[in-house]
């Protein structure tokens, strides 16, 4: 099997919104930088593609649904799907060369819209019993197969709380590879945008 792997988020939300964006331009990167390809699938004809996005050689953008474009080839692809039977492991790397994440934000309690993609028949693995944001699925993916890590290994840091000041703070419902300073690994702009949200959420409530 090549070393060249493709992550293919297939979209599944009524538009982009600004957290999708974020997470999806944090996996167009990371695939840039370690030879891999990101491609955003079962696009609207009509979507605009975000221009960060459109700037990454890695990242492709694709009308056609992950079932059209693996028709012939089902076999390689590897849907990473919460309720799969077999976690991922570093021989999976060899097996597949296409890994299919469910392009949906995430949410607490899940709600397993996983499974309109698990319904089109691919084989499915697991990334633990813990929810992950897509880009941190996607992080976790590439690190057990490419970096040989087996799940067990990779540092976790469980459901974070980002503090603003000594009286708020926001807990992530997720599962995060833990960074080298020790906080959880969120894309560019993300801790902006939770506290944005954050502020609303309580002017909202005055
Ligand atoms: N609440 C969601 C659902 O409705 O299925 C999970 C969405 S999660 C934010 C986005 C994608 O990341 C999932 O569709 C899946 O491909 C991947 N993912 C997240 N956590 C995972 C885990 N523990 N095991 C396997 N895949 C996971």
Not at 80 to 86: F, M, S, V, W
Not at 104 to 110: A, E, H, N, V
Not at 161 to 176: A, D, I, Q, V
Request: aromatic share 8%; glycine share 6%.
């Amino acid at each position: 099997m090549s070393a060249s792997k493709t992550y293919i988020v297939e979209h599944l939300d009524e538009e982009l919104g600004p957290w999708s964006e974020l997470e999806y331009l944090a996996i167009a990167k990371e695939s840039q930088e370690n030879g891999a390809k990101f491609c955003l699938s079962s696009l609207p004809a009509a979507f605009k593609v975000p221009e960060g996005l459109t700037a990454i050689p890695a990242f492709i953008a694709e009308t056609r649904g992950v079932e059209e474009i693996y028709a012939q080839d089902k076999s390689r692809v590897c849907l990473l799907d919460p309720a799969a039977a077999k976690d991922l492991a570093p021989e999976d790397g060899e097996t597949f060369d296409v890994f299919l994440f469910g392009g949906i934000l995430g949410d607490d309690p899940p709600r397993d819209r996983t499974s309109e993609l698990r319904k089109k028949g691919f084989e499915g693995r697991r990334l633990g019993p813990k929810q992950m944001t897509t880009d941190t699925a996607v992080r976790v993916t590439r690190m057990v197969v490419e970096q040989k890590f087996p799940l067990a290994e990779i540092p976790y840091l469980d459901f974070p709380e980002l503090k603003w000041n000594e009286h708020e703070s926001t807990e992530m419902p997720f599962r995060y590879v833990k960074g080298e300073d020790g906080k959880p690994i969120m894309p560019a702009g993300m801790v902006e945008l939770i506290k944005k949200d954050a502020d609303k959420a309580i002017d909202d409530l005055m």
